[in-house]
């Protein structure tokens, strides 16, 4: 059988980066024999919301151990797994069946090769077998890189680790109710923190004009109506 791992973690968008980078380092120390990172993406999607991703090829016999490591590293960063997924796939028999078309396109390519060598082909005839010939080379050619990958899979685990920002964990159970309220309390005193200081910055300047004048307007108003009745 032939696995693939999927580990899905959230964790607050700071500390996405510095996780990533520790699996990647993690992979890197057990040598390119026995892990090699295949794929890494970091996106920036806006204020705290970041995405990200690594994925490996892993030595069989070592894949749920990293597993459990980065899953360790994560929650010790105050983050949390919140999807895992192992996928296999029987390549024992994918590899049989390969084998069998193979063996059955040698005996093809044989036969069509033969039909080539006589000399009494007529033009269209010797044509036809041709493009047939190569079709039935392309093919096999296709089924020799199938088997290898195949071959491959046994020998190496694929792992993705997908990373998203999210709120660090405030409980055992995210959906328990005391969990639940304390999350919808901070996130209304956030938001209305974020209201209350967006206000100020677009009223704040006009609203300190507007005292300013009035100010301003006292202060001298007094002194032109005296200055009128003297």
Known sequence: MAFAYRYAFRMPAAKIAQAQEAHAQACEKLGPARCRI?????RLLGE?????????????GLAR?????AIAS???ESGKLVDAEISGTDAGAAIKQLETDAARLDEQRK???ALLDNPKLKADQRSELSTRQAELDQT???TRDSKAAQQESLAVTLMVFDYGAGPAVRGFDPSAP????ANTAIGSAQFTLALLLGGLALFGPPGLVA????????????????????
């Open 211 to 230: 005292i300013v004048v009035v100010l301003l307007w006292r202060r001298w108003r007094p002194r032109k109506i005296a200055t009128a009745s003297d």
């Open 140 to 142: 096999a050619a296709a």
């Open 111 to 113: 036969r069509n090769a």
């Open 178 to 181: 005391l969990t639940s309220a």
């Open 74 to 76: 994560v929650t010790a």
């Open 65 to 69: 151990g990293f597993g459990r490591d």
């Open 48 to 60: 705290n919301n970041v995405e990200a991703m690594l994925a490996f090829k892993l030595d069989p």
């Open 38 to 42: 295949t794929g890494m993406r970091y």
